[in-house]
Every structure is written in structure tokens, then in C-alpha cells.
């Protein structure tokens, strides 16, 4: 095979650019992976047998969530936060009834990009406990209650900030 230059390019030439051509490639399809997920976190309670937020390997992805991400919990489950922590929204049941725990003296925030987007939605079965609490759970969007299963059934909504 020629060049561009008219010069005669070797076997080895052409598999260099092969794997370089394939390398750039294997990146390129890992990267649209992870930013598939980005900002997303989904409960899977697969954790080392404790329902704590804290844990890493309660998540998909194996992140514990963040300021960035919208955290999802619809399992049988009671997750249990003890340190101080924040997400951009959480939205708990619809499917299954998962209990969401936040220990005494536990700050938290929910704060997504807009203040009229949901911080905290609470779909059918979902319950966020506070009793005996002493910190503070600051929502910096919308709470909005339902009975649904489904996102798009009616349910009331507020502003809270």
C-alpha cells in the first residue's frame, strides 16, 4: 500500500494504525458509558449488608451519591443516612415502599439546577422519616407528594426552600 508521500507503507505500519484506530475507539464507547450514568444514581442495596447512604456498594454506579446527582430508591428498602450529605433531587417509591432515614443531628440539601424542578418526590409507597430529628433537610426545589406508580399521574406539589 502507498502512502500519502507515494512511499510503500509495511505490515507493521498498517497494524500500528489498526490498534491505534481501535484504542481511540474502545475510549471513546467507555466514556459514552460513563456519561450515560453521570449525575444518576440508582439504590441497589447491595451494599456489605447495611442499607447505609454512605456505602458505595448500595449504588449504581458504585458512587455515593452527590451535589450533582438525582438519586433514585425504589426497592424494599430503609436507607439510613448518619453524616452529612446532598444530592440534586431524591425520588423514593412508585413501585416498591422504601423508607428513607435521616439520622438526629444530620444536615442534608437537595438542590436541583432549578428551584421549580422537583429536590424531593415522593411517589407511592415512599416515606422520608424524620422523627426525632435535630439537623436540618433543606430542599432548594419543589417537594412534591403523590399516590402514583407512574411519573406522569396527578399529585400535589409545593414550592420549599
Excluded: H
Aim: charged letters at 20%; glycine letters at 12%.
Amino acid at each position: 500500500m502507498l502512502s500519502r508521500k507515494g512511499r510503500f507503507m509495511g505490515m507493521n505500519s498498517l497494524l500500528r494504525r489498526g490498534v491505534t484506530a481501535f484504542s481511540c475507539l474502545s475510549v471513546l464507547l467507555f466514556l459514552s458509558a460513563v456519561a450515560l450514568y453521570a449525575g444518576e444514581k440508582q439504590w441497589s442495596g447491595a451494599g456489605g449488608g447495611a442499607s447505609a447512604w454512605e456505602d458505595a456498594g448500595n449504588w449504581f454506579p458504585a458512587e455515593v451519591p452527590d451535589a450533582g446527582d438525582d438519586v433514585f430508591i425504589d426497592a424494599e428498602a430503609g436507607v439510613s443516612v448518619s453524616d452529612t450529605f446532598s444530592a440534586k433531587s431524591l425520588t423514593i417509591g412508585g413501585r416498591a415502599d422504601p423508607q428513607f432515614f435521616i439520622g438526629n443531628f444530620i444536615y442534608g440539601t437537595f438542590a436541583p439546577e432549578e428551584n421549580t424542578d422537583n429536590a424531593l418526590y415522593i411517589r407511592k409507597g415512599g416515606v422520608v422519616n424524620l422523627a426525632d430529628f435535630a439537623g436540618a433537610l433543606v430542599l432548594k426545589g419543589s417537594l412534591k407528594l403523590s399516590d402514583e406508580s407512574l411519573p406522569d399521574e396527578p399529585a400535589f406539589m409545593f414550592l420549599a426552600e
